[in-house]
Every structure is written in C-alpha cells, then in structure tokens.
C-alpha cells in the first residue's frame, strides 16, 4: 500500500465534504483500510498487544468527535470512533501513538476514575490530567498532545512522572482557580465536522456510558488477556499479570462448610401453609431467612508487607463475589484501628499507614463485647503474633488465612488456619501500572 499517498488523498476528500451526507462507503471502506494497515503494522516486538488488542476492537468513522480517537464500550467489546480529518493529519507513527494512547486508558480504568475526578474538578483539570499520565509512557505522539513538561512550563508547577492522576488534577486544579488559565483548550467551530483539537472535550464521550465498574472490568480483563501473547510494555504486564490473579482459596466451597445457618426474619413460600390460617390454600407460609454474617478481621501491623496486604484484597474480592452475607471487616494491629461494613467491592478502604505490632486479641475481645457470637471470623494475618489469647473465642468458628511463610504463633488456634503460599513477585517495583492498579482498588472505596 501507498500508505502516504493514499492517506493525502483521503484527507482531502475529507477536508472538501460539506454534509456528512456526502461520505460515501468507498471513503469508509478505504478509511478503514488505513486503520487495518495500522493495526498489522503494530504486530510487532512490544507493540504486539496493542496491535492484538486493536483486533477486538470495533472501528468507526464520526466527524463530529473533538480528538482523533474517541473509546466507548459497546456491548461486550471496546468500540474506537475516528475523526478523519484529525487522524489523517497525523503520520503513521503518530497514529499508531495515538491509538497506544487510548488503550493506556483503558488499561489504567481512567474511565471510572473520571468520573469520580470530573463531579469535583474542572473538565480541562481533568482530561490535561488524564493525558499527562498517559503520554509520559507513549512515544512520537504528535506534537500538539500536551506532556508534563509542557503543563509544568504552562502552568507554572512542578509535576513528576508516576503521579497518580487524582493528584495531577488536584493540582492543575489548584492553579486554573487562581489564574484561570485555559490555554490548552481550542474550541471546535462545527458540530458536524470538528476539525480543530479540544484537548478539555478530548473525552466526553466517556460521560455517556453508563456501565458497571464490574462490566468494565470483566471486559478489560478479557480483551487484555486475548491480546497478551508474551510481548507488552513492562507497565502493561504487570497490570495483565494482576488481572489473571485469581483467588487461591476457593471461597464458596469454604464458607459452605464453616458458615451457620445465622436466622435474619422470614421468607415467604409456597411449601408450607400460613400457620394461622391453614385452611386459606391462597396464602403463603414462611420459613426462616438464613443470611451468613462474617467477620474479616485484617492484621494491619508493620510486619505485614504491601505486596500480602495486595494479597488480602484479592482475597476479599473473592468473598464478596462468592455469596450474599454480611460483611464486617476489623483491622487490628495491636488495637482495633477501624471498623466497617462491606457490602461490595467499593467499600474495601485504603490501607492508611503501617502501625505497631500484632495482637489477635482485640479482635476477640471486640466479639465478645458486641456479643457477636453467631458470626464466623476470617482472620488475615502473617502469622507472627500473641502464643496465646487473653480471651476464649466465643464465636462460631474461627478460619486463619496466613499470608506468610511463617507459622501462626498460638499455640491453640480455637479454628482452621490455611496458607497463602503464592509467592510475591519480585520485579513488581512500584510502576505506574502496579501503582495504577493500586489506586483502582483504593478507588472503590471512595
């Protein structure tokens, strides 16, 4: 293919239509064409997943979109809308950058994490912040797509690589409320054909999706899987290397056989007669409503590392997804620091800082104040801890998750202790896309 010839000839097609009523399928299908011949041209070294990834990826033309590239999610996949008087303007090597730029996003679930970030901050606060985190890992962009040193010399600040973008936005933020500076945006002049860049509308089309974090997420994973073939940017394994993590305890087969039967109220059927009146066929009986109640009691002490907290709420994930309970967690070190309910993944609270030493007590000593006596205990810990309890468990039962490779110190557990033997991977180190992940988990709890 005449890649630079035909992509002049398109583009002045483009530059001269006055209705999109004008776009003829010979123009959509030789567009497209282009698009093919960059996605096979990126099956290559570390561009292979973005060029696999690409393949399950719908692709369509909208003149109206304020970027070159525009991502939604489209049912069951990713769906990349193209402006083609935006992207034809680009060189190859920018294209394929371009597109690079957009499965970061997806990657690092910027989409979720906006719209948490937009109902509090500025559009231009945001989308700069977005972009900045992206491009800092992306080469031969062109050279109208911002980066941190350009935002650092616009706006007078001294933002380093790595920043989470909640606080790139905090503090671009910070600076457009004292001085109101809005240089990096430039406004299209059309609805129906955009053919100058808006940086500060660059992802709307985000705002109008609707899905599930649960959804997004399941559709990342399997895309980002199919597309991993063994080559990725470091950044991007470790993500694809979290997302294959799956839970090592098989939660519903364990629950089954620790958790009670604990009654919560009544529910009707139709097996049994109302027993006041027997005699009405018409009306209902009840049965008693069993609801598992749990406690998660997390050892957050100084001898827990970050990579078994990462661990724990794996783990954890993997109980709420596993059945419908009440959910208590207790984070202990050696004294109860926090208390609260879970009721799904949102609620998993950030690990704040690393405390003193480890005390199981106070966990059991907070059970039996509050006379929690029907619950069961899932206790996460390192192991090394009390020889024995100041207090004689008085719930249910007992099950100990130990995340190290040390044994549990008691001398009597009063319950089941099982291992977490998964070994920590070594070249995690604190990139951009284990730190990326991170946030996500922290996220949910906001």
Known sequence: MNFHG??????????????????????????LEILEYIVMSMIDKEENFFGQFMIQVKREIAFNITWPIATVIDGNGFKMYFNPILFLNCEIKEMQALIKHEIYHIMLSHYEREKKLKDKYSKLAVSTALDIAVNQYVKNLPLWCTNIDRVNLEFDLELKEDMTIEIYTELIQNVINKKLNNKFTIKAQSSEFVKEICQEDAHELWGDENISLDNFNTIRKKTAINAYKGKAPKNIENIIIKLKEKPEIEWNECIRRLLPSIKSGYRKTITRKDRRMPDRLELRGVLPNSIPQILIAIDISASMTDEEVEKIMV??????????AKLKVIECDDEIRRVYDLNTIKDIKKRVKKNGSTR?????EYIKANRLRNHILIYFTDGVGEKEL????????????????????????????THIHKEVTQNYGYTYGLQALRDEIHDWAR
């Open 390 to 417: 100041t207090v004689k468990p008085i719930n249910y039962k007992t099950l100990w998750v130990v995340t190290g490779k040390e044994n549990l110190s008691l001398n009597r557990t009063y319950g089941q202790v």
């Open 6 to 31: 035909k992509r002049i000839k398109l583009l002045k097609e483009a530059l001269s239509l006055e209705t999109t009523k004008q776009v003829t399928k010979q123009f959509e299908r030789e567009f």
């Open 315 to 324: 783990e954890i994930i993997g109980i709420t997804k596993g059945r419908k």
């Open 360 to 364: 199981f007590s106070p966990v059991f």
